[in-house]
């Protein structure tokens, strides 16, 4: 047996996946902590642990994400627009489009039907709509970012977020908090703020059926649904989302396995 | 190729060295006059003046944030912050075209903080009407005007026309040199040529027409290399920094053309033949064809200069190099994807912020290109 890992290193998590040369899932790990940090040994030892395996029983290790350069011992390197393509295409044959919201960008990419990229936008200019965004918000609230999907569930109205810009709309939160607003409204404004922003890069890659979205993000049942209100479209979304990129990229390793035997 | 390799180090040297190249003008007790893009150079040549371009460059701003918000378009905030810091002293004056609204607040910027003679003028954008002609025709007697008290002597319309030819010529070298690049991406790639075309715009036009059609010549004197690799168009202000580039090359892709206001969209269009010379200047702008710059009836027209840039050189993309905050720029980008990718080909942008030097989400989109 053959073993194939894929690691994507993002800005606030790493991810890694053992493939086997069947094209099985030997075992994942994640980890919440990224580039620059101790996340990807971490997750390292995690995911080979969790498969029973030494590294050098990994035959091609193949690195994606923001961090991918930084890895020691990787055989190659992947974008992650690439990885996340082909590992969405993996997980839910038949999509078209996927959404993923990153610690730092937001990529939309539509994909053939190989899972190969057609086209791609990725946020430009600031932080506005991204992972961090939402951190920052959840900090600003005092509440666990995890928290606020089931709190915006509880919503009974949506206390709009004008501001595009991080900084500003932080302040606009805080300005909400004093007048007594409801946090699960604010929670709720939040995700249409960010909704809005991945709708409108969206319809500028193109909407074609089926949409999914891949990342720790699309975790956020509330962001989801935000999402699908703003974009009028189904999002699919698959239990094992987060592990997209890393999958993608272990799809890739095992590309070069096989070519390597 | 020894011909070659050192031509294409003078040029490396002038690009990363335009400060040097200023004070060997200035040792040389030449007037050295300052140009943003879509000046009459010829009116500069024509008194016996260099024009060199500005461009900006790679600085994280400290001082021009005192009149430039930070959204203002990043070439524009670094100049004015090199403008600010001495970097463009020794320059007689700088002609500053009102292409944009960051332009115009540019120019009350650059009156209030940078201590160099400012010539600003304004391009019409209507250049269909009638009207258009006589009026810049109008404006560019007052840049000569401007000129002139700097140079202390005046030109006349044969001076200027000689410099309308010298600098046709050197058009067309600059073409030659495009047309002969894509015969040789194994030695002409991203970074060099980038390289050479941004040189050109710190070089007298006399000089360019001799070094620039050497290299062209020993170029040709090689035989053909075969590029396998993926082949792009850059459009856009400028395509930079270097880190950037480089990122092409390390994925195997080769620059077989741009569309770039620093590079060959500047030279692109030659001054026609005219019953003046001040009239051969105008009517130069007026026949500008798919430039974000300049409005143009056709709203397809860059995309459909795009397109035909893409099947004229075998490219396989369009790449945006998108000046970060220049909105004039942005509006484009939408309608130049669709028409590019509806012909067929791959278009995306990247983000071009001279106030950084991180290109890592553009080396991302590179590298995504070059996988699928």
Same mark, same amino acid.
């Given at each position: ?14 991810? $890694?996946?053992?493939?086997? %040369? +069947?094209?099985?899932?030997? *075992?994942?790990? !994640?980890?919440?902590?990224?580039? /620059? =940090? ?35 011992? $990787?055989?190659?390197?992947? %974008? +992650?627009?690439?990885?996340? *393509?082909?590992? !969405?295409?993996?997980?839910?044959? /038949? =999509? ?166 | ?372």
């Amino acid at each position: 047996m053959k073993y194939a890992l894929g690691i994507d290193i993002g800005s606030t998590a790493t991810k $890694a996946v053992i493939m086997t %040369s +069947e094209g099985k899932i030997a *075992a994942s790990a !994640v980890v919440s902590i990224g580039t /620059g =940090t101790a996340g990807p040994k971490k997750a390292l030892m995690e995911v080979l642990d969790k498969a029973g395996l030494d590294r050098d029983q990994i035959t091609w290790t193949t690195a994606t994400g923001y961090g991918r350069f930084s890895l020691e011992g $990787a055989d190659d390197q992947k %974008s +992650e627009l690439s990885c996340h *393509a082909k590992g !969405v295409s993996y997980l839910m044959p /038949g =999509t078209h489009t996927i959404i993923d919201i990153g610690g730092q960008d937001i990529k939309v990419m539509s994909i053939n039907d190989r899972g190969g990229l057609v086209n791609f936008v990725m946020n430009d200019k600031c932080a506005a709509g991204t992972g961090r965004f939402l951190d920052t918000m959840a900090r600003v609230l005092n509440v666990e970012v995890t928290d606020l999907s089931d709190l915006s569930e509880k919503a009974d109205e949506v206390a709009e977020i004008s501001s595009t810009c991080t900084v500003f709309a932080e302040s606009e939160v805080i300005s909400k908090l004093s007048t007594n607003i409801k946090i699960e409204n604010i929670v709720a404004g939040i995700h249409q703020s960010v909704a809005k922003r991945v709708t409108s890069l969206l319809k500028r890659c193109g909407i074609k059926e089926t949409i999914a979205m891949s990342g720790g993000v699309a975790l956020n049942k509330g962001l989801v649904k935000a999402l699908e209100n703003e974009a009028g479209c189904k999002i699919h979304v698959h239990e094992e989302c987060q592990l997209a990129g890393a999958l993608g990229a272990a799809l890739y390793a095992m590309e070069n396995t096989k070519k390597a035997s | 190729m020894a011909d070659v390799k050192a031509l294409l180090a003078e040029f490396d040297e002038i690009s990363k060295n335009p400060r040097k190249m200023l004070d060997s003008y200035l040792a040389a007790g030449e007037k050295v006059i300052g140009s943003f893009y879509y000046t009459p150079q010829p009116l500069i040549t024509a008194l016996g003046m260099i024009p060199m371009g500005l461009w900006g460059g790679q600085v994280n701003p400290q001082v021009a944030g005192k009149y430039a918000p930070i959204f203002t378009c990043s070439i524009l905030r670094s100049s004015l912050e090199f403008g600010m810091t001495g970097a463009y002293e020794g320059l007689s004056a700088v002609l500053m075209p009102i292409l944009c609204d960051t332009f115009r607040g540019t120019c009350a910027a650059w009156r209030a903080g940078v201590n160099i003679k400012l010539i600003p003028f304004v391009h019409p954008q209507n250049r269909k009407d009638p009207g258009a002609l006589d009026y810049l025709i109008e404006e560019y007697k007052y840049v000569k005007t401007e000129l002139e008290n700097v140079a202390g002597k005046t030109c006349t319309d044969a001076d200027i026309h000689a410099a309308i030819d010298l600098h046709n010529k050197k058009n067309k070298v600059i073409r030659d040199f495009c047309a002969a690049a894509n015969h040789h991406l194994d030695l002409i790639t991203a970074v060099t040529r980038h390289h050479v075309m941004k040189a050109l715009t710190f070089m007298k036009p006399e000089d360019i027409i001799e070094k620039l059609s050497q290299l062209t010549a020993a170029l040709n004197e090689l035989p053909d290399y075969e590029w396998t690799g993926k082949k792009v168009i850059l459009t856009g202000i400028t395509a930079e920094p270097d880190d950037m580039l480089a990122g092409f090359t390390a994925n195997n892709i080769a620059v077989v053309g741009d569309d770039l206001m620093q590079e060959s969209r500047l030279y692109r269009t030659d001054y026609p033949a005219a019953n003046s010379a001040m009239e051969s200047l105008a009517l130069q702008w007026l026949n500008i064809k798919g430039c974000s710059m300049a409005h143009d009836d056709n709203s397809r027209a860059r995309g459909e200069h795009l397109v035909s840039m893409v099947e004229e050189n075998g490219a396989d993309a369009v790449v945006l190099c998108m000046m970060r905050f220049c909105d004039t720029e942005e509006y484009d980008q939408p309608y130049i994807i669709k028409m590019v990718q509806d012909a067929g080909y791959m278009a995306f942008s990247i983000d071009i912020d001279q106030s950084t030097s991180d290109s890592g989400q553009a080396l991302t989109k590179i590298q995504a290109f070059a996988e699928n």
